[in-house]
Structure formats: structure tokens, C-alpha cells
């Protein structure tokens, strides 16, 4: 909830998910794909942050990634 994204689509059963980040003085938006995979020794999530417009991204999408991280170890702090 803090990182800001809107959740677009949900899919629990396949563990994915579709997000947008907002429009930015640097950026028209992020299109975020995240996708959760169960494996027999732990999981694995893949992450995709696509700009929306421009051929440059100033970095949003690998910050993107960043708060996404950062956002995800905090909640697990008690």
C-alpha cells in the first residue's frame, strides 16, 4: 500500500500481478508486471516496470523496482 502503485488486475491463483505507477514530472507512468512463482526450495518473483510513453525512463523503472523492494522488507519489520 505504500509503495503507491495501482493494482490493476489481481490474479492469486497464478500469482499475478498488473500495476501502474502514477504520472510524474519525468514520466508519463510505468505499466508494472509482477508475477509470484512457488518452487520446491522457495519462491521466486519477477518483476517488469514498462514506461508507458518516451524512449527514456530517467531511471523511474529500476526505481520502481527499488520502492517495490523497499516497500516489501518494511512491512516485515515487527
Not at 19 to 39: C, D, K, P, R
Not at 40 to 47: L, V
Request: contains cysteine; negative net charge.
Amino acid at each position: 500500500n505504500t509503495s503507491k502503485f495501482k493494482v490493476v488486475q489481481f490474479d492469486e491463483e497464478t500469482g499475478s500481478i498488473f500495476a501502474a505507477s502514477s504520472v510524474t514530472w519525468f514520466s508519463w507512468g510505468e505499466n508494472i508486471y509482477i508475477n509470484i512463482e512457488e518452487l520446491d526450495n522457495g519462491i521466486i518473483m519477477k518483476f517488469c516496470s514498462v514506461s508507458i510513453f518516451g524512449v527514456y525512463t530517467w531511471g523511474k523503472n529500476e526505481e520502481n523496482y527499488h520502492k517495490l523492494i523497499n516497500n516489501f522488507e518494511e512491512s516485515l519489520i515487527i
